[in-house]
């Protein structure tokens, strides 16, 4: 199993940035495909990017494309989240998470449903 312990949460102003971070412990990181997720007040779970145990491949929600950047450093064992022009509908808490049961050249995903392990978020807050 992997435990993961998300941080960079904040409050900022519209236009401004973050970076959050994820770190990993408890199993080999490099295993793992890898996610983040954010869930508004009053909404449901929305995945926003993920990418390969590798590092090379990532695919975004519509949303943040242009503006999120996900990676990794598979030797520290984190998982990155550099999120850039913030707006306001992107406050939320932000949730990494992990799963390992896939098929080798399989797209990724940003179904929640596929994610087998849950860090305990970190708030983020954009003011306009």
């Known amino acids: 199993q992997v435990q993961l312990v998300e941080s960079g949460g904040g409050s900022v102003q519209a236009g401004g940035s973050l970076r959050l971070s994820c770190v990993a412990s408890g199993s080999t990181f490099s295993r793992y495909r890898m996610g983040w997720f954010r869930q508004a007040p009053g909404k449901g779970r929305e995945g926003v990017a993920s990418?390969?145990?590798?590092?090379?491949?990532?695919a975004y929600a519509d949303s943040v494309k242009g503006r999120f950047t996900i990676s990794r450093d598979n030797a520290k064992n984190i998982l990155y989240l550099q999120m850039n022009s913030l707006k306001p509908e992107d406050t939320a808490m932000y949730y990494c998470a992990a799963y390992s049961r896939f098929q080798p050249g399989a797209p990724l995903t940003l179904d929640e449903g596929s994610y087998d392990y849950w860090g305990q978020g970190t708030l983020v807050t954009v003011s306009s």
């Open positions: 990418i390969r145990a590798g590092g090379v491949a990532t």
